[in-house]
């Protein structure tokens, strides 16, 4: 849930997790609607249908049980090396690196070479964490201490606790590349139906790309940009969502989709709650 989410954002969203979802079991038994629905506002929802095809595949292959094994934990949907590496290391006590974006920034400054990547860099981490008495702890402090001292344009020197075993200290080179994130502008119609009798007619995303799974009403992706003014732009990491509502009369016969009267077991993307309140559609 942290990733690329504010620990305030998380916490309440963190504990109401675990009151809907108090074991593996009860996660895995859920529908995706569910989970995405208790997942709701928190954005990239690619993570909470991971989580639920991990516990579902966590019933089916291992009875049940959090595998213990490393090679087992990188077969769950999700779950990466550096992720890996972290539950290992935090619940196991194994020597497995993590590999996130401030522990990778310290390890180059650490050995002076900002060129360091790939198998190089899981070599260096791997390395060092073989030298470690407590592995869970030292990935703790590697996040830490990238998240909280050596920081990407301010590193604090003076105040790091190892400094004397840098090689970088008081000599960073802060003008490491930063990735320049390029965000391109997408166009969507989007068909709003509401009739007092029926509710709202909504259609789920597809599996994949933006907004995968979610309900929303239909979305016509337009070629190129209309002159009128948008009723709602959305920002994601890679795109510009910029929403047109159409109310136009609409025959939802043969078309794939449901009317709904309430939004309450359904995930919506915030881009269109956002449309909704900014329309004062209320269901
Ligand atoms: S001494 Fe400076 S460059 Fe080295 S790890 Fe600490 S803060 Fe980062």
Redesign the pocket.
Known sequence: MLQQTQVKTVLPRYEAWFERFPSIQSLAEASLDDALKAWEGLGYYRRARFIHQAAQRIMETYAGQFPVDFEAMLTLSGIGRSTAGAISSFCFQTPTPILDGNVKR?LK??EKNVDLKGKQLWHVAQYAIEQACDAGLWNQAMME?GAT??SPRQ???QT?P??EH?L???D?DTSLPTKKQLVKDVYWQVLIHQQDDKGIFLQQRPKQGIWASLWSPPLIELQEKPQQKPNHIHLLTHRRLHLYVNTDEFDSDGVEGQWFHSLDAIALPTGIHRLFSSLNLKL
């Open positions: 310290v400054r650490w201490l001292v050596c590193p604090s020197c790091c190892v400094s840098c970088s200290a008081f960073v």
